[in-house]
């Protein structure tokens, strides 16, 4: 009887851990070719958005450093500095409230100390990688809240980022740069891996500083990635709205010393009224592009793919 309850015991635990590693509770979406899968037990973050099996998001090999840095597709809402703390969004379960061949929605819980709750909305295109991503901020509250949509997706390890700066920017280099302290460096000289080319905030790996924004008023972000992928967010810029990051910045890159990148559009800085809400949307794109072993991308010519977009 005890080695019959200690073998149990085995295969429980076996099966416990693999199931850790298993899609234990992804909704996915697929048209053959592009594939989305959204975690309902951790953020509702975005752990797959491949092109032919080819996913660009990165995923942690690592389980239990989700919890502490959840990876993948993370979406957030802010301004960073002020919003208060939010485990039940970023960290907890999330509910499917809807879902369809080619479209999912799902729904956070309540952010008890922001008064909010969010809904995400991932509709796949029949016949292309377009994936319209759609984040929407409720007010359960009693009084006005004010929120802006923040997208923080991680995508596949020391890639090249490419970042259009405004022609009318207000910012000294077009960018700013977080230093270690936090501190704003308004005029930075360009670092390592780190430079400006054809109106272009290019990173090339990882650089000296983690943290960059932009005012930018061309509403795009692009990655390509050492498997030969194009990975292009674009999104709306309001520039006769309040943006509430402590720079106005419009978008935002973060690239570790570790060579993961994130992807970072901002929405504008809006007040929510009690039971009201406020939606930002993201248009995702993914194709075959061969990496450039020089780190000399063709911008010329991902500017009129993306224009075409």
Request: overall charge neutral; charged content about 25%.
């Amino acid at each position: 009887m005890k080695t019959i309850s200690t073998i149990f015991f085995i295969v429980f635990l076996l099966s416990g851990s693999n199931a850790i590693g298993q899609k234990k509770n992804y909704i996915e979406i697929s048209n053959g070719k592009t594939s989305v899968s959204v975690d309902m037990e951790i953020g509702g973050r975005i752990m797959e958005y491949s092109l032919n099996g080819n996913n660009v998001i990165f995923t942690d090999k690592n389980e239990n450093s989700k919890q502490k840095r959840p990876d993948g597709g993370r979406c957030d809402f802010g301004p960073a500095k002020i919003v208060p703390p939010r485990p039940e969004t970023w960290v907890g379960e999330w509910e499917l409230v809807e879902k369809k061949d080619n479209f999912i929605k799902i729904k956070s819980q309540v952010a008890k100390q922001a008064g909010v709750y969010l809904t995400r909305e991932f509709t796949l295109d029949e016949n292309s990688s377009h994936m319209k991503f759609s984040q929407t901020i409720v007010n359960v509250s009693e009084t006005p809240k004010r929120y802006c949509h923040w997208s923080r997706t991680f995508a596949e390890e020391n890639g090249i980022l490419l970042a259009p700066l405004n022609s009318n920017t207000r910012f000294p280099k077009g960018y700013i740069v977080y230093n270690d302290n936090n501190k704003l460096d308004y005029s930075p000289e360009g670092g390592k891996n780190e430079r400006v080319r054809n109106g272009i905030l290019e990173i090339t790996g990882p650089p000296e500083n983690a943290k960059f924004v932009t005012d930018a008023s061309d509403g795009w972000l692009a990655y390509i990635t050492q498997d030969n992928q194009l990975f292009v967010k674009k999104f709306e810029i309001y520039p006769e709205k309040i943006y509430g990051e402590m720079t106005g910045a419009t978008a935002s890159i973060w690239y570790s010393q570790e060579g993961i990148c994130e992807i970072e559009p901002i929405g504008p800085w809006e007040w929510i009224a009690p039971k009201q809400s406020i939606s930002f949307t993201e248009h995702w794109y993914l194709m075959n592009y061969e990496y450039p072993k020089d780190k000399m991308a063709d911008l010329e010519k991902i500017k009129k793919i993306i224009e075409k977009l």
